[in-house]
């Protein structure tokens, strides 16, 4: 099994749809996770920390589920700009730790 | 605040040839520091990481090699290059401590011929 799993796209949703990425890992032992957006040809940019509670950031949500080890981004109003890929990111153990990344999903966004 | 830079930006070089990239961080100090690769169509790939001068932990075996020098300078190195050795590389740093942010440069893209 992959560290880290993504459904790779490509997502394709008209202007305003709302679309739920969803991600899952495999080791237990990992204690932070992340959501990254990497527009093309460019370096990956931090979207958001996932908590525990689960968290938002304006039309963004993401969802962290332990039990199942599975992690979530809701994109709300989705936006033109908001075609990029996006990252599913773990620590591989706690602590201060390397990150382990999945190798994306992408989405597009159209008018 | 803080910055990284990574040059040059794209950088084409014969098979057999040698390669240095360089990492700097700005307006932190200790900075844990990786090198990834991302080849065409894959994901990020782990190179190297460093969580002090002259530590470096090596995640995968290759002819890559990498230094730290300075605090806050990173260098990614080969002596002869593969073709397999193209792709994006990228620098990253965290400010240390409990975060695990990680905050990545502009990248260089490598083709080797």
């Known amino acids: 099994r992959k560290e880290v799993e993504q459904d790779p796209g490509p997502f394709n949703v008209p202007e305003g749809a709302t679309v739920a990425f969803n991600c899952t890992y495999s080791?237990?032992?990992?204690?932070?996770f992340f959501w990254y957006r990497q527009d093309c040809r460019k370096e990956p940019k931090l979207l958001m920390s996932v908590y525990s509670s689960g968290n938002e950031d304006g039309r963004f949500t993401a969802q962290l589920n332990r039990a199942s080890q599975y992690i979530s981004l809701l994109i709300r109003d989705s936006k033109l700009s908001d075609s990029a890929t996006y990252l599913c990111?773990?620590?591989?153990?706690?602590?201060?730790?390397?990150?382990?990344f999945g190798k994306g999903t992408r989405l597009s966004v159209i008018a | 605040s803080q910055t990284i830079h990574q040059w040059p930006a794209t950088l084409v070089q014969p098979v057999g040839s040698p390669l240095s990239l360089e990492c700097t961080v700005e307006?932190?100090?200790?900075?844990?520091l990786y090198w990834y690769r991302q080849a065409a169509g894959r994901g990020l790939q782990l190179l190297f990481y460093?969580?002090?001068?002259?530590?470096i932990s090596s995640e995968v075996p290759q002819n890559l090699s990498a230094s730290r020098p300075q605090d806050r300078q990173f260098i990614l190195s080969s002596k002869k290059l593969l073709l397999s050795d193209s792709g994006f590389y990228l620098c990253?740093?965290?400010?240390?401590?409990?975060?695990?942010?990680?905050?990545f440069g502009p990248g260089t893209r490598l083709t080797v011929l």
């Open positions: 080791n237990s032992a990992s204690q932070s």
């Open positions: 307006g932190t100090s200790n900075p844990n």
């Open positions: 990253a740093w965290v400010a240390g401590g409990r975060s695990n942010e990680q905050f």
């Open positions: 990111v773990v620590t591989r153990n706690s602590g201060n730790t390397p990150l382990v």
């Open positions: 460093s969580v002090g001068i002259g530590q």
